[in-house]
């Protein structure tokens, strides 16, 4: 029975590795910046903040200057990723363009940093905790006029 059990163990394993191969090799890992160093470079007037939020999160606070390309919209369906987040951002971003890519808490902006990279764009820095990171660390942000301001 034994040799059975080995023979098994060792045909499952090598279904795994050739599974495994073919799955795409991970991507160069994701620059990471805190929000600290992503204001920093904000400023500095080299970076340009790409926010892959829904429109009605970005409409409802943003960082100033920046462009909102969502990474995901949420259907009857659930969650379905944006088919033309590539194709959008390039409409505003050369591949060689620094971009500080942000969401809600760093999940999408990571994903979305992954596929940029993919796609040939060198500069992409994700923003660590995202934009509640950003509102928590007391930067600035753009927000929505009420009524009683108007």
């Not at 009605?56 to 659930?78: I, M």
Request: net charge neutral.
């Amino acid at each position: 029975m034994r040799p059975a059990i080995a023979l098994t163990i060792c045909a499952l394993s090598a279904l795994l590795v050739a599974a495994r191969g073919s799955e795409k090799p991970p991507a160069a890992a994701v620059a990471a910046v805190g929000v600290a160093a992503a204001g920093d470079l904000l400023r500095s007037g080299g970076h340009r903040y790409l926010d892959v939020r829904t429109e009605k999160e970005f409409r409802n606070g943003h960082v100033a200057d920046s462009l909102n390309v969502p990474y995901h919209f949420f259907t009857s369906q659930g969650k379905e990723k944006n088919p033309k987040f590539i194709e959008q951002v390039a409409a505003h971003f050369d591949k060689q363009d620094n971009i500080v890519v942000g969401c809600k808490s760093g999940v999408r902006s990571e994903l979305a940093c992954f596929d940029l990279m993919a796609a040939g764009f060198e500069n992409v820095k994700n923003i660590e905790g995202g934009y509640d990171a950003w509102v928590e660390n007391g930067f600035a942000v753009k927000k929505p006029q009420t009524q009683d301001e108007l």
